[in-house]
C-alpha cells in the first residue's frame, strides 16, 4: 500500500502502510515518516507520487526489482 500525506494528521497512516510517501512541503512528522519524498504538490508532487506507484506496482507484478525513480528521494532515517 501506498499513502501520500502533507501534514500532521497523515502521520500515523504513513507509519502503518509499505510505501510512504510525503510531497515536498509537507509538514515535519509526514517527512518524518516517510520513505520517499516527491515534488511540491503546486510542482506535480502528487503526479510524481502517481508515477512512483505506477513503477512500484510494475516492477512486483513482473517480479522484477522495483525501478529507482530520478524524481523521488528516498529518505533515510536515524535509528528510532
Same mark, same amino acid.
Given at each position: ?7 500532521l +494528521? ?8 509499505? &510505501?510512504?510517501?510525503?510531497?515536498? +512541503?509537507?509538514?515535519?512528522? $509526514?517527512?518524518?515518516?516517510?520513505? &520517499?519524498?516527491?515534488? &511540491? %504538490? ?13 513503477q ?5 507484478? $513482473?517480479?522484477?526489482? %522495483? ?9 533515510? &532515517?536515524?535509528?528510532?
Amino acid at each position: 500500500v501506498l499513502y501520500v500525506g502533507d501534514g500532521l +494528521n497523515d502521520a500515523p497512516a504513513l507509519r502503518l502502510v509499505g &510505501h510512504p510517501v510525503a510531497v515536498a +512541503n509537507a509538514e515535519a512528522p $509526514a517527512l518524518a515518516q516517510a520513505r &520517499h519524498v516527491v515534488g &511540491h %504538490v503546486d510542482d506535480g508532487g502528487a503526479a510524481e507520487a502517481l508515477a512512483l506507484a505506477l513503477q512500484l506496482a510494475d516492477g512486483r507484478a $513482473a517480479g522484477a526489482p %522495483v525501478p529507482s525513480v530520478p524524481s523521488v528521494t528516498p529518505v533515510t &532515517h536515524a535509528a528510532r
